[in-house]
């Protein structure tokens, strides 16, 4: 692989901290609104406007990667991170505008703790995309982040437990429990999303060392 694909001569890497920034941002809000139902729809709005300034950097990329040489393999690198994120960022939209329609009052456990896991694994991918243009390979942060997800599983698990045991016989606890099924749901495809974006950006790492 060329080594100086993520050179500092090439805009990719600025691209994909801006696109990491949102992802990360985004993910923070999902885990404030889980702290706190407080002012829902403000947050939504705002994880709405970080999804279209990753879009919009998506499509910065694509504009680059039409102006730019590169390898077919290079390319193909570069346009497969740059969907990674953006479907990440679909992921997190998905939740968001089930947590404002849901209008829930009250906060699940389980969910809380595995936002803030998937917080923190979001966290991890900046440092990472710095890997492209430094020595090394990234291995103690790619740990961390799988570390991380496993706790995000089992939260889910944990999580999906405890809402089915409290559902009760009610038919408004039943609908409860159904919309946090969903929710649950949805939480589990953001991590699934978050760890592709890991892969992708580890396998491009591998290529370089």
Excluded at 10 to 20: E, I, S, V
Excluded at 23 to 41: N, Y
Excluded at 63 to 76: A, C, H, M, N, W
Excluded at 88 to 97: E, M
Aim: proline content about 2%; hydrophobic content about 45%.
């Amino acid at each position: 692989m060329n080594t100086n694909l993520f050179d500092k001569a090439f805009p990719f890497t600025g691209m994909f901290h801006k696109q990491a920034d949102a992802l990360e941002a985004a993910v923070k809000q999902l885990e404030i609104i889980l702290r706190d139902f407080s002012a829902v729809p403000d947050k939504c709005v705002r994880i709405s406007a970080l999804m279209s300034e990753g879009d919009q950097v998506g499509r910065e990329i694509e504009r680059e990667l039409s102006l730019t040489f590169l390898q077919p393999l290079d390319r193909e690198d570069i346009r497969e991170l740059n969907r990674t994120f953006q479907r990440a960022l679909q992921a997190i939209g998905a939740v968001s505008s089930r947590l404002g329609l849901y209008g829930f009052s009250e906060i699940q456990k389980g969910a809380a703790a595995q936002t803030a896991c998937l917080a923190e694994m979001t966290a991890e991918i900046a440092p990472l995309l710095e890997v492209f243009v430094r020595e090394g390979n990234g291995a103690a942060r790619f740990e961390r982040a799988r570390k991380l997800k496993r706790e995000a599983d089992m939260f889910l698990l944990v999580g999906l437990g405890e809402m089915y045991e409290s559902a009760g016989a009610g038919m408004d606890r039943v609908l409860e429990a159904l919309k946090w099924s969903q929710i649950y749901d949805r939480l589990e495809e953001v991590a699934s999303c978050l760890e592709h974006v890991l892969n992708v950006i580890e396998r491009i790492i591998l290529k370089k060392v």
